[in-house]
T-cell receptor
Framework: NAGVTQTPKFRVLKTGQSMTLLCAQDMNHEYMYWYRQDPGMGLRLIHYSVGEGTTAKGEVPDGYNVSRLKKQNFLLGLESAAPSQTSVYFC?????????????????FGPGTRLTVL | AQTVTQSQPEMSVQEAETVTLSCTYDTSENNYYLFWYKQPPSRQMILVIRQEAYKQQNATENRFSVNFQKAAKSFSLKISDSQLGDTAMYFCAFMNYGGSQGNLIFGKGTKLSVKP
């Protein structure tokens, strides 16, 4: 049981390049999230998904796109990377609110991806 | 919109001593959860403790306990018998139970150093 995994762990991009971050979970969770963490800040929500085939915007969605074609995977795309997107990106997953008893509100986090845009 | 405030950017404590980290939040909701997450240098986010707003009893998990004051919108974390492995960033987080997305709203964190 690997939990939540993220690929890659580190990446350096040049301004204008594109890339996709992959998040995978093997806990059969319905909900998945992408957060970013900047120095001196807590995590902020970029996009989220409440089920396969669904996505929605979070607090800081500009410059990112997401897809949830399979329940276990949640992809975060940067079409044209900017230095302002230099950050650590975290994926998380959970059961639906109120689901699976007391664990229905616990989010499980991946190890993070450190992205640098030059 | 909900906000979470951690007023202590950094704190330090001697090994085996007790330390309390502060957190306040602002919401108009009545049903919500509060969490403390630990982020060690490895960067992994680890759930420390959670509190359901409808419960009056403060949550405890071994050496970790909270002081939940709903009327004051305060949610502090007490770490007893501090250990070197407790050195980490600690984030307070809020989740609106009534919302459909279940996302967490985080404070900016408190950097805790446990000194030998």
């Amino acid at each position: 049981n690997a939990g939540v995994t993220q690929t890659p762990k580190f990446r350096v991009l040049k301004t204008g390049q594109s890339m996709t971050l992959l998040c995978a979970q093997d806990m059969n969770h319905e909900y998945m999230y992408w957060y970013r963490q900047d120095p001196g800040m807590g995590l902020r929500l970029i996009h989220y998904s409440v089920g396969e085939g669904t996505t929605a915007k979070g607090e800081v969605p500009d410059g990112y796109n997401v897809s949830r074609l399979k329940k276990q995977n949640f992809l975060l795309g940067l079409e044209s990377a900017a230095p302002s997107q230099t950050s650590v990106y975290f994926c998380a997953s959970s059961y639906p609110l109120g689901g699976s008893g007391r664990r229905g509100n616990e989010q499980f986090f991946g190890p993070g991806t450190r992205l640098t845009v030059l | 919109a909900q906000t979470v405030t951690q007023s202590q950017p950094e704190m330090s404590v001697q090994e085996a001593e007790t330390v309390t980290l502060s957190c306040t939040y602002d919401t108009s909701e009545n049903n919500y959860y509060l969490f403390w997450y630990k982020q060690p240098p490895s960067r992994q986010m680890i759930l420390v403790i959670r509190q359901e707003a409808y419960k009056q009893q403060n949550a405890t998990e071994n050496r970790f306990s909270v002081n939940f004051q709903k009327a004051a919108k305060s949610f502090s974390l007490k770490i007893s018998d501090s250990q070197l492995g407790d050195t980490a960033m600690y984030f307070c987080a809020f989740m609106n139970y009534g919302g459909s997305q279940g996302n967490l709203i985080f404070g900016k964190g408190t950097k805790l150093s446990v000194k030998p």
